[in-house]
């Protein structure tokens, strides 16, 4: 199993850095709706109540279907990635809350079906966006997020007491986070100056980084909470050894939007 973990890492990280690089950000928009929205559609919808195939179908093409317009009309990027701001804060009340809201969701299995298309449609659309400006820019957020889970999960290892959501991952501690703050702040940093951010917003920029970090942190949480309901350990089977594609990407659903957002109110002020 750990062998074909490693190989199947490899491999995903080879072909998402030679898209992310190489893609014209047309293709990448495209590739990155397949994956992202497509396959994540499917998984969400089972994880929401779509056992039968024939169901999750349904629910795959109708969040398929919302995304028409982000493709042809290509509204302005603010408005559609603000709404990601009500659904996150709304999945942090959730988890706050939980085990309290545990069973909420299975009676409510159409409403957290259609919520996918506010999750994984902003997400996509702020990918899409990122690469338009710049492929750095892409590529900064999902190591940012990486090497936090990567100082997450060794700090915890070594120093971890304190739990951070013991019904949902029990994995997880405090004194992980604290870590992966602060590793934060040192790829920030470094990334500033790789993305040529001016010396006077670095500070705001390293800020921006962890709340984004915090946030992937609430996404992960919120897939685990998600599973947790449905009864299952992964969101898919479609990795192997990894499971699904929601099993990779759920810290980017919460951390994309955040992190658009914030650089695009950070260029706006540099280019004012």
């Given at each position: ?194 993305l040529d951010v001016p010396v006077g917003q670095g500070a705001i920029f ?20 998600l599973k947790r309901e449905a009864g299952v350990k992964d969101s898919g ?36």
């Amino acid at each position: 199993m750990l062998k074909q973990r490693i190989i199947t890492g490899l491999v995903l990280i080879v072909l998402v850095f030679a898209g992310i690089r190489f893609l014209p950000s047309e293709l990448f928009g495209l590739f990155s709706l397949v994956f992202v929205v497509g396959l994540g559609a499917w998984e969400w919808a089972g994880l929401t109540g779509c056992y039968l195939p024939e169901k999750r179908m349904m629910g795959t093409m109708m969040i398929l279907l919302a995304s028409i317009p982000l493709v042809f009309i290509k509204p302005e990027p603010v408005w559609v990635l603000a709404v990601s701001i009500p659904v996150w804060l709304a999945a942090l009340v959730a988890l706050l809350i939980y085990p309290h809201n545990a069973g909420f969701y299975r009676k409510h299995a159409l409403a957290m079906r259609l919520s996918g298309i506010l999750v994984l449609l902003p997400a996509w659309y702020a990918l899409m966006q990122l690469h338009m400006m710049h492929y750095s820019y892409v590529i900064y957020l999902i190591t940012l997020i990486a090497l936090a889970d990567t100082a997450a999960y060794f700090t915890g290892r070594s120093f971890g007491k304190h739990k951070l959501a013991p019904d949902l991952s029990p994995g997880k501690t405090r004194e992980g986070l604290s870590g992966a703050v602060v590793v934060t702040a040192v790829w920030a940093s470094l990334g500033s100056f790789w993305l040529d951010v001016p010396v006077g917003q670095g500070a705001i920029f390293m800020v921006l980084s962890m709340f984004v970090v915090l946030m992937s942190v609430a996404g992960d949480l919120f897939e685990s909470l998600l599973k947790r309901e449905a009864g299952v350990k992964d969101s898919g089977q479609i990795l192997p050894g990894h499971g699904g594609i929601l099993d990779r990407i759920d810290s980017m659903l919460a951390a994309a939007p955040l992190f658009t957002l914030g650089l695009l109110w950070l260029l706006k002020g540099q280019a004012g």
